[in-house]
């Protein structure tokens, strides 16, 4: 858990990451996994984990020496980027720390012209949160897979920024 005085870090995610990630990937969309029959696609995979940091922005967030979450951000280019996940494990949920992080990656993208992302029908927690930070709902997108929720859809989010 989180100690009051304790300093997030966002670091690049490196090969030697990869186990770590898993893991925090892993718990932080366990309950996902309950509500709608599955994660999303390659969270639990470390081969995955590898392959986003070669080819998008991986940073992971750190507190102390324990890997408490990620974030993968993808260059669509004329400054637009896709927010493709930003997780953080369950205990330190509720803390502040997914808001540093959109805070941080505006930062260190200072190009951004928008700012896109998708997330669950039923994840209201984060409806409330993207929104808080200036993100508007712009289309939903039903997502059919076997043995999943039949009525699974994302919804699309986006962030002008000026």
Same mark, same amino acid.
């Given at each position: 858990?989180?100690?009051?005085?304790?300093?997030?870090?966002?670091?690049?995610?490196?090969?030697?990451?990869?186990?770590?990630?898993?893991?925090?990937?892993?718990?932080?969309?366990?309950?996902?996994?309950?509500?709608?029959?599955?994660?999303?696609?390659?969270?639990?995979?470390?081969?995955?984990?590898?392959?986003?940091?070669?080819?998008?922005?991986?940073?992971?967030?750190?507190?102390?020496?324990?890997? #408490? @979450?990620?974030?993968? =951000?993808?260059?669509? *280019?004329?400054?637009?980027? &896709?927010?493709?996940?930003? /997780?953080?494990?369950?205990?330190?949920?509720?803390?502040?720390?997914?808001?540093?992080?959109?805070?941080?990656?505006?930062?260190?993208?200072?190009?951004?012209?928008?700012?896109?992302?998708?997330?669950?029908?039923?994840?209201?927690?984060?409806?409330?949160?993207?929104?808080?930070?200036?993100?508007?709902? #712009? @289309?939903?997108?039903? =997502?059919?897979?076997? *043995?999943?929720?039949?009525? &699974?859809?994302?919804?699309? /989010?986006?962030?002008?920024?000026?």
């Amino acid at each position: 858990m989180m100690k009051p005085n304790s300093s997030m870090k966002f670091d690049k995610a490196e090969p030697d990451d990869v186990d770590e990630l898993v893991v925090a990937h892993a718990e932080s969309f366990s309950e996902a996994e309950q509500m709608y029959g599955e994660g999303p696609p390659g969270y639990k995979n470390a081969q995955w984990h590898h392959e986003m940091i070669n080819i998008h922005s991986y940073i992971k967030i750190g507190d102390a020496d324990e890997v #408490v @979450g990620g974030i993968i =951000i993808h260059d669509k *280019g004329n400054g637009e980027y &896709f927010l493709d996940t930003l /997780y953080v494990r369950p205990s330190y949920q509720g803390q502040g720390i997914g808001r540093k992080a959109v805070n941080y990656i505006e930062k260190v993208f200072p190009d951004a012209k928008k700012w896109s992302l998708v997330t669950p029908y039923r994840d209201f927690r984060n409806h409330r949160f993207y929104e808080s930070l200036g993100y508007v709902k #712009v @289309g939903e997108l039903p =997502i059919k897979s076997e *043995g999943m929720d039949p009525n &699974f859809t994302l919804f699309q /989010y986006e962030k002008e920024v000026e």
